[in-house]
């Protein structure tokens, strides 16, 4: 799985490596950190670009992030598409919440799923919200879940 940087940088250790180096460059320059993790898609034709993002939020002192990029030509309805986004966010999440919680950084798995019932997205609300609490991770949905819907959303628009 290969990850960025936003300027394009390619990280070349793995994602569990260099999510460690930030948090510890972070620390030592006195900065509280939480993490945010979410994942937009889009799709184009017959394809579906996916972004995961890490988001790193420093309290008052803004942020940074991590990004993976990925592709699909599996045809899937909203609700599937909504809940592969979910899924997406939930391993990143599940494969470094050990380590953030060693850190005692706060973590956040953000869905761009809107609350509002008239949007289509909606209809995988409740199956998001169920899954991603069962894991035992923070929810967030639209309109605060900035991670999804602003930083990955940028980059497959």
């Known amino acids: ?13 793995s994602i569990h490596e260099a999510v460690e180096n ?25 394809v579906t670009d996916y972004a995961t993002v890490i988001v790193f939020i420093r309290e ?14 599996i045809k899937m309805s909203i609700k599937e598409r909504m809940l592969t986004e979910v899924q997406k966010s939930i391993e990143v999440a599940y494969s470094l919440c050990d380590l953030l ?13 809107n609350t509002n019932p008239m949007f289509k997205s909606n209809q995988a609300l409740h ?15 639209k309109p605060e879940a900035f991670a999804s819907s602003a930083c990955a959303n940028k980059m497959v628009h």
């Not at 008052?60 to 030509?73: E, L, P, V």
Request: charged residues 25%; positive net charge.
């Open 101 to 113: 919680d060693l850190y005692h950084v706060d973590l956040e798995v953000h869905a761009d799923i």
């Open 1 to 13: 799985m290969t990850w960025k940087k936003f300027s394009g940088e390619v990280i070349s250790s």
């Open 60 to 73: 008052k002192k803004g942020a940074f992030m991590f990004i993976h990029q990925d592709r699909s030509s």
């Open 22 to 46: 930030a948090i510890e460059r972070e620390y030592r320059q006195g900065n509280k950190l939480k993490v945010c993790i979410g994942t937009d898609s889009q799709v184009k034709g017959p």
């Open 127 to 141: 199956d998001a919200m169920g899954y991603i609490l069962s894991m035992g991770f923070v929810f967030k949905a």
